[in-house]
């Protein structure tokens, strides 16, 4: 069950809470020219208030999601929106789990209109490790990529999965905090104080922007 615990008046305060209880001071927060942007699942399913699977305060990521988008467009840097569907032979244990699942081509797996998705390239993954089972990266060391930055739902899960792989594979990784969402506060923290602790620099949306700026 979803639990509204970021709104539009505490998002903030909240962020700022949840980055000083697990932030590393000194981690870089970009790497120049190397970066990339992933947008993990930014689906209908999730998205849509009707939807059984929403995650309650998706609307809050949506915008700053949108702007990390735009700015690493206008830089030239990658983007790579993920987009997960599943049918019965490429569930795995997703589908014993769950039951209920993401089926490929239906409209809760369409990404959100709200995100423009002409300025990266959509992917298709199928687990919650946005890069098993695709060419994702192949494609970020084909641009030379050597950071990641992971955005999206849900945060607990897809989010800290592929931060996780990404790290196992070689790439360096930022974790926005006010850039992915969860259903709940308390799994939302977990993730931060564990990926901080030798996975992931943890920042805000801003400073990454901030970070982009300087960089050019």
Known sequence: MSKIYLTTDSFRNRAREFVELSVE???????????????????????????????????????????????????????????????????????????????????????TPDLDTSLGTVVAKTQYDALYGNKLEEMLRERGVERVVI????????????????????????????ATVSYSEEFHLATLLNLSHGFATIAFVEDVLDALVSSE
Not at 76 to 86: I, K
Not at 163 to 177: E, K
């Open 25 to 111: 001071p000194g981690r870089a927060i970009l790497t120049p020219g190397k970066t990339a942007l992933i947008a993990i699942d930014m689906q209908r399913y999730f998205v849509d208030p009707d939807s059984h699977a929403h995650v309650s305060g998706v609307e809050m990521i949506v915008e700053k999601i949108r702007a990390l988008a735009e700015a690493f467009a206008v830089a030239d840097l990658p983007v790579f929106f993920t987009r997960h569907g599943n049918t019965s032979k490429d569930a795995g244990a997703l589908g014993r789990w769950w039951g209920d699942l993401i089926q490929t081509g239906s409209l809760g797996s369409e990404i």
């Open 151 to 178: 955005t999206g739902v849900v945060t607990h899960l897809c989010c800290e999965t592929t931060a996780r792989a990404a790290y196992v594979r070689g790439f360096d990784v930022t974790f926005p905090v006010d």
